[in-house]
């Protein structure tokens, strides 16, 4: 026990200094700083932003007195990132502020412990630099003062040094772990603060060298101590990269304060009085301490005379000390006025805007610098002597230190309603103004309208349909008969490629009018017209979102094969190969591929009525109106997907991704059981890229489930699962009626063994069990309809499938073909399979494919493509088969063919016209120019099928049709046509008189 208190009681001493120190922290709800009521403004645009779904944060829409300025594209978004998480446990952003504040006394002092222990192996020498490190004038002046993010910096700065000193001391597979823990941790280090990291990446570069060195560290090492800080840049590269090449867009950096006026002198870093107040020009008037601290003086006194007695008697002495001693002389060279000269020569000194701002780096150093020079000091009486000290030393001297600046009594009010109420909520938040556009003026004000023109204000009037932070839309009414000029400039701060403006459904360029957006009225009608806007992330940002992805894409491969027991075979990279492969071409761009047509409609309102507590017995219908109905577990299926996205149509998305994971892996599972593992790996790669197979993977309806269900029907066949099999059999039919077709597997089957059939047939009856209870409740209602079908007199064309099998044929071979090709090609397949007949796994594929032109034959009425799915899954085994065998013309013959079907796959990543997406587009701006609107209805001007989906997609999206005939008609009409609204390739007409009782209403 005692043993085990010692062990942890310098932790135990360092949390009651911290709590010491941060009491003031949460002394008041809200305490007065420096910049703390623009960091209070931003956090609160930065939760309203993100709830808008905007990441990475850019755009602060509400400041700027709501005309918007790139704030988190330029100033250090790692705090706001914090706010936005703990918020959802407090709901209280001033809370939230606090609770980060605190955070960063407590991790920066307990990894700074942690850190030097590691380096120097002395636990007075880690303790004493940790309490020096904490107990700093300037590191209470940045929260208590200042209220600057700089101390997040500092607090993460240790959590990178010790993450690189686990990485030196450990040993194979850990240091990949510790080289990652480092690149992430200098990731969150690079977002952190702007001007700290300037200073910080280097040292911890300098920092690393010299480790490398004294090591005498490997070529391996080295790589990864390079790739580890590379990767840190790499993981901030979404924040450093625009940062860095956007910031000419703006003001940032042209409007420097007069820098040569904030030195403080000696005196004043020896000791000044503290104050809550600003730095002044000069040193008369200074109303903050720019104090480094006595403790931190005693430590560099004492760190001279150590380094001069070495060097004098012994020639040598301890590196770091030296290191870190020459940084503190160096930090503390650069604070005081001796250094202009060098300001002068190198600008990015003068963005820093005061020098003083160093003194972090200062008391970093010398807080290392302490650590070190204790752990030399070999008498354990002197160390214990400095020990104790230098850090009541730190503490005493820092003792008024530790109390915040209340809010004044005349403004504490504003903070019950910070967004209402204080001044400051939607400025621009910086000093300057500088954040905006380079062309601005300066910044906007809350007179600043939201459209004007240059000429007669007459000609326009609009009202506001929606604003959010980053989205809005207005309905405009312009006279062009009255308009002056060409252009309309909106009360929207500019910034090259940020917005996205649509002008009535299409897509229009914005150009810069002195800060603001413009529009020319060109892409304006005459009347009324429908604007909207939206942020997006422009393309150096996206790129630059990309290199940050692709970084992390990186480790994860790293570290995924890094600890893998067994190393990578050729095996495992086909399989990842094919699967990416696969995995690319379904889910690249899916959501604008899908359709959403009358399958997915009917789909979704059921599904829907489910939710809400009408249970289902019957499922989709075959044949359309005329047919009857298939069991429901279709629906049940794509229920949580409805659930988990609030109904939204977008869950048939994530649906088909989760259908076509699970698809992958138990096919390949399957098949490697089957056949064999080249087999399993050579049908996938067929089906990835295949344009027939690509096709159907992507719509969201009952007959998708087929081949899965058939590679899981063969399974359960080769394992005499025969109850099972009944089962899958019957669901496999629910998903669609072809499955039926799969009868001829079972016979070899059954006649080994007839006691089989029974268990086939309770399994296959069962998944009918709904089908039977919505019968007994509606007077055998669907049997009656079953009965009609199978029954139906008429015509018969035996030979009606044979143009359905030709478009089959031609889609699988992604090129037109004849009617001789498709039959050669049938024959050719029932070729082979008729050769491999004799091994089981073949027998049956060849009896189905033999039986299926016969049963479509008996049908006699002309079936539709997707009823030929099931037969995709046995041309794929032929072809995995064949492939297997290893012939070189055999080979050659299908490499020629995969490149082709790569070519064809390749046309399917292209947006699907009048699919979800852009009918979904069509609802959303229905719903957008209707809201708050008198009543309507809707009509269809538009050819075969093409009205279907717009029900479900309105419903979701509010649009509420009353259904009264004697209220206007809006039309959509396919293609659009003269003078209506146009939303891609639909347009929307809407009659003139609900125009005139509903549009524009000057607002402004």
């Known amino acids: 026990m005692k043993r085990f208190f010692l062990k942890f009681l310098p932790v135990i001493i360092l949390t009651i200094l911290i709590v010491w120190a941060g009491k003031g922290i949460f002394k008041y709800n809200v305490f007065s700083t420096h ?95 940790a309490i020096l490190y904490l107990y700093a004038p300037y590191r209470f002046s940045l929260i208590f003062v200042r209220g600057s993010p700089e101390f997040i910096a500092y607090a993460i700065l240790p959590v990178v040094l010790y993450s690189y000193s686990l990485f030196f001391k450990a040993g194979g597979r850990r240091t990949i772990l510790y080289a990652l823990l480092a690149a992430l941790t200098g990731g969150f280090l690079t977002i952190s603060h702007n001007f700290t990291v300037m200073f910080l990446m280097p040292i911890i570069l300098a920092y690393l060298i010299i480790k490398l060195f004294l090591l005498r560290s490997c070529l391996k090492t080295v790589v990864w101590t390079f790739a580890a800080y590379i990767s840190a840049f790499g993981f901030g590269a979404f924040f450093v990269g625009p940062a860095v090449f956007e910031k000419g867009f703006t003001k940032i950096g042209s409007n420097f304060l007069q820098w040569r006026e904030h030195f ?37 006194g004492l760190a001279a005379i150590w380094i001069a007695y070495f060097l004098i008697k012994a020639k040598k002495t301890n590196i770091w000390v030296v290191f870190f001693f020459i940084m503190s002389l160096v930090a503390i060279y650069l604070i005081l006025p001796w250094s202009i000269p060098v300001w002068e020569k190198i600008k990015p000194l003068q963005e820093i805007q005061f020098s003083w701002r160093i003194l972090g780096i200062a008391i970093f150093a010398i807080s290392a610098l302490f650590g070190f020079l204790i752990s030399q000091i070999k008498n354990k009486k002197i160390v214990l002597v400095l020990f104790i000290g230098v850090s009541v030393l730190a503490v005493y001297g820092n003792r008024n230190h530790l109390l915040p600046q209340p809010v004044s009594s005349e403004d504490i009010y504003r903070y019950d309603d910070f967004e209402k109420l204080h001044p400051h909520r939607y400025s621009t938040t910086t000093l300057g103004d500088d954040v905006v556009a380079a062309s601005a003026g ?51 701060g500019y910034f090259p490629g940020a917005y996205r403006f649509e002008a009535n459904g299409q897509v229009i360029e914005s150009f810069d009018c002195g800060g603001l957006n413009c529009i020319s009225t060109l892409s304006l009608k005459n009347g009324e017209n429908f604007l909207s806007w939206r942020i997006k992330q422009t393309p150096i940002q996206s790129f630059f979102n990309n290199v940050t992805l692709l970084f992390l894409a990186i480790w994860i491969v790293v570290v995924f094969f890094a600890f893998r027991k067994k190393k990578l075979s050729t095996v495992n990279l086909a399989v990842i190969t094919v699967f990416v492969l696969f995995a690319f071409l379904r889910f690249y761009n899916l959501e604008k591929r899908i359709g959403f047509g009358w399958d ?40 949580p997907f409805y659930a988990l996205s609030n109904l939204s149509p977008y869950a048939t998305v994530y649906f088909l991704i989760f259908y076509n994971l699970i698809f992958f892996v138990v096919s390949f599972l399957i098949l490697k059981k089957l056949f064999s593992q080249k087999v399993a790996l050579l049908f996938l790669a067929f089906w990835a890229i295949n344009p027939h197979t690509l096709s159907f993977d992507t719509v969201a309806w009952n007959p998708l489930l087929v081949p899965l269900a058939f590679v899981i029907f063969l399974y359960l066949l080769a394992r005499s699962k025969s109850f099972l099999l009944g089962l899958v059999w ?27 059939v029974r268990n086939i047939i309770w399994g296959f009856a069962l998944t009918f069990a709904p089908l039977v209870l919505f019968d007994l409740r509606n007077n055998f209602l669907n049997l009656k309809l079953a009965s009609d079908f199978l029954l139906a007199g008429g015509a018969r064309d035996y030979f009606s499938f044979l143009p359905v099998w030709d478009n089959v044929v031609a889609r699988t071979f992604g090129m037109p073909i004849s009617r001789l090709f498709s039959v050669f090609f049938y024959f050719l397949i029932a070729g082979v399979l008729y050769v491999w007949r ?32 099931f037969s995709l899954v046995i041309v794929g085994l032929v072809f995995a088969k064949l492939v297997s065998l290893k012939s070189k013309l055999l080979f050659f013959i299908v490499l020629l063919l995969l490149v082709h079907f790569g070519l064809k796959a390749s046309d ?20 957008k120019i209707t809201k708050d609107t008198s009543p309507f209805n809707l009509s269809y001007s538009v050819g075969l099928g093409q009205d279907v989906g717009f029900r479900y997609l309105f419903d979701y999206r509010g649009v509420k049709l009353n259904g009264n005939d004697f209220d206007p008609l809006m039309q959509i009409v396919i293609p659009p046509q003269k003078n209506t609204f146009v939303i891609d390739r639909v347009g929307l007409e809407i009659p003139k008189g609900w125009l005139d009782a509903n549009w524009a209403k000057r607002e402004n």
């Open 35 to 129: 910049d703390g009521e623009h960091h209070f403004a931003r956090s609160f645009d930065a939760i309203a932003t993100f709830s808008e779904g905007n990441f990475p944060l850019r755009w602060a829409g509400s400041l700027n007195y709501g005309c918007g300025v790139p704030i988190y594209n330029f100033f250090y978004p790692l705090i706001y990132y914090f706010v936005i998480i703990l918020n959802f446990a407090t709901h209280n952003i001033f809370t939230a502020l606090a609770i980060i504040d605190f955070a960063s006394l407590a991790i920066g002092t307990l990894f700074f412990y942690l850190w030097m222990k590691k380096e120097t192996d002395s636990e007075l020498g880690a303790l004493g630099s």
């Open 264 to 300: 403080p002198t000696l005196g004043q870093m020896i000791r000044s009085r503290w104050g809550y107040f600003y730095s002044s020009y000069g040193t008369a008037n200074d109303g903050m301490s720019f104090m480094l601290g006595y403790a931190q003086w005693v430590v560099l």
């Open 442 to 492: 300066g910044a906007c004000w809350f007179t600043t309208e939201l459209i004007s023109t240059e000429g007669n204000k007459n000609a326009i009037s609009y009202k506001v349909s929606e604003r959010g932070n980053t989205f809005g839309s207005i309905r405009l009414t312009m006279d062009k008969n009255q308009f002056v000029g060409d252009k309309l400039m909106m009360g929207l």
């Open 600 to 639: 997915n409609e009917r789909d979704a309102l059921a599904v829907k009525s489910i939710l809400q507590g009408d249970l289902k017995l019957i499922g989709p219908r075959v044949l359309a109106d005329t047919g009857f109905f298939l069991p429901p577990y279709f629906f049940y299926l794509l229920a």
């Open 730 to 756: 019957g669901v496999g039919v629910s998903f669609h009626i072809q499955f039926l077709l799969l009868a001829p597997i079972v016979v070899p089957f059954i006649l080994k063994d007839k006691k089989r």
């Open 838 to 869: 004799k091994k089981p796994a073949w027998r049956g594929l060849f009896y189905t494919w033999l039986f299926f032109p016969l049963a479509f034959a008996f049908y006699g009425k002309r079936p539709s493509e997707y009823y030929f799915n």
């Open 908 to 927: 399917q990543l292209r947006e699907t016209p009048l699919g979800l997406y852009q009918k979904d587009k069509i609802a959303q701006f229905l719903a």
